[in-house]
């Protein structure tokens, strides 16, 4: 008897999903908790896994088709595995096995580019989305498969020397924007049309903070199990200044404003889906090593696909650093409904004036863009200072001064 897949179910904040990548076709083999499917939606790729062992009867909603939450989107016959299933299931892992052999033999694979793509969900997405060909890439993983480390290391990897082209032809290539991309380019345009932004700049001495991390950095990895990072001073400075200007920890909500009790810290972090901005939680309750480990396992979630919708839902504020890109100095765009955002930058070695003295310095320009309509300039500026002072003398974060 066939049984209905259904879409997970969505929260209130996701209105619907797109079908993104259907891993398994009607009449093959699947194993339970399997995942046969990929939905994405405009915050997270949601997989979707078999109930039991069997095999899909019905795909009902194809690759690029809108689901909603909980919708029905193909049918499923447990244990009803088809003996061509079954045959193209032994025959595959025998080819994966032989492959194993093979390469531990020093010879080279039998499994070709593509197939190995093809078991390999994860690796399929990201070579679709990178646009590069399997082919093209040296697989790492027992018989050769590919991983989505090999993915990402051959995209790191320096272009090689264009081709001549002769004259005339020009290449295009289209692609269709994920729903990440277009919800990201939907919120980024909102808020540059429907709030009053306006951007401050300051620059902060990063020297003290440079000296008492490279004094405690081996004391504290050893006692706390994480690295002392500059992230860490950041978001404990950024949640001493919200304290001091709640209307900096707002959000407008109609005609009314809405001053938040608490301080929910957004760290922008760069996946291969795009910009996305999990929350780190009550961090006026949170120390510098539980600062720095959440940052650290929202990164791994991110590079592996596996934020989900709750890790990036609300905050009261938003840090971003474009200095990991190598960015000197930008201009953040407000990650709406907050009311402002803070943009670190490369640190820059640069001659600075000191009691009439010329000395270099290890300088970091600060952005902080904010909603016009809420925040005074007065307020942003002092903000902004704060966050210098803290940093330049960490002591004050500890002092509580």
Known sequence: MATEIKAPVFPESVADGTVATWHKQPGEAVARDEVICDIETDKVVLEVVAPADGTIAQIIKGEGDTVLSDEVIATFEAGAVSGAAQTQAVQSEQKVEQAAAQTEAGAAPVVERAQVADQAPAVRKALTETGINAADVSGSGRGGRITK???????????????????????EKRVPMTRL??????????????????????????????????????????????RLGFMSFFVKAATEALKRYPAVNASIDGEDIVYHGYYDIGVAVSSERG????????????????????????????????????????????ITNGGTFGSLLSTPILNTPQTAILGMHKIQERPMAVNGQVEILPMMYLAMSYDHRLIDGKEAVGFLVTIKELLEEPARLILDL
Do not use: C
């Open 149 to 171: 480390e090999d993915v990402a290391n051959h995209q790191a990897k320096p272009a090689a020397a264009p081709l001549s082209v002769a004259v005339g032809e020009r290449i």
């Open 181 to 226: 991309r277009k919800r990201v380019a939907e919120r980024l345009l909102a808020a540059t049309q429907e709030t009053a932004m306006l951007t401050t700049f300051n620059e902060v001495n990063m020297k003290p903070i440079m000296e008492m991390r490279a004094q405690y950095k081996d004391a504290f990895e050893k006692r706390h199990g994480a």
């Open 275 to 318: 910009l996305v901005v999990p929350v780190l939680r009550d961090t006026d309750r949170m120390n510098y090593a539980e600062v720095e480990n959440g940052i650290r396992a929202y990164a791994a979630k991110a590079r592996d696909g596996k934020l989900g919708i709750e890790d990036m839902t609300g905050g009261t504020f938003t």
